[in-house]
């Protein structure tokens, strides 16, 4: 009986873990974008927000976690036949889709609840980023530009929730920089993807035939002059420019350092 027991308990621990592994946790660095309010808002440290804000943080990776098993369902199929992929805990078998979906049921409404109660205005925004991901991944992640605007919007509505937690007015020139930020490193992925496919890498990523090294290449310049130019115009006009404006350098030498 207790050999039993035992190995039930592993079990439960395997799928538990299989399940967290599945909702990326490595990915949730993006999720930080929420913090951008707080911290330009110059209320870092102020208790009362820092938490608020990191509850949002918390909840806003359940909302991408969610989004993340939706698009592992979906390529279930393509992930078995990648390198990679193909380790994933759907694609392995460790977990089977009926868990995977009782588990997404079981997370998404939890996390919407939480977030009613939290802030109203940032549930719906969770609400959208999920719908607008899902959506991705049934079938805009196939549209060439579209799929790299997509990830920028995504970006867009991290910050604009985070914003509505510390209530604090949402600047334009932050929307602007983190929509071109995000559209550069999104570029900046097909690039390396496609550098891999010509190196003879096999992928599953259909969208790369619909792109060309020069179109790449010319989006890349346009965002990228762009993305120094807004941050320094919001550094202009900040209350503290003169300090902001001390970033600029250090920006610039970020996006030449990614680069």
Known sequence: MENKALVQQRNLFV??????????????????????????????????????????????????????????????EKDRIHPKKRKRPIASGLISIRQAVFFLIILFVTTVVVSFQLNTIFAYLGIVYFALITLYSFHLKHIVILDVMTIAVGFVLRAVAGAVLVDVRISPWLLLCTILLSMFLALHKRKSEMQLVASGQK?????????????????LHIVTSSTVMAYSLYTFNSHNSIYMMATIPFVIYGIFRYQ
Not at 203 to 219: A, G, Q, S, V, W
């Open 15 to 76: 799928i538990v873990t299989g399940l967290l592994k599945t909702m990326r946790p490595k990915q949730w660095t993006k999720n930080l974008l929420v913090f951008a309010g707080l911290i330009f808002s110059n209320n870092l440290f102020d208790y009362s927000l820092l938490t608020t804000t990191a509850l949002g943080f918390f909840l806003f990776c359940m909302f991408s976690g969610s989004v993340y098993i939706i698009n592992d369902i979906i390529d279930l």
């Open 203 to 219: 992928t599953t990523r259909k969208i790369l035939e619909d792109y060309t090294p020069e179109l790449i290449n010319d989006m």
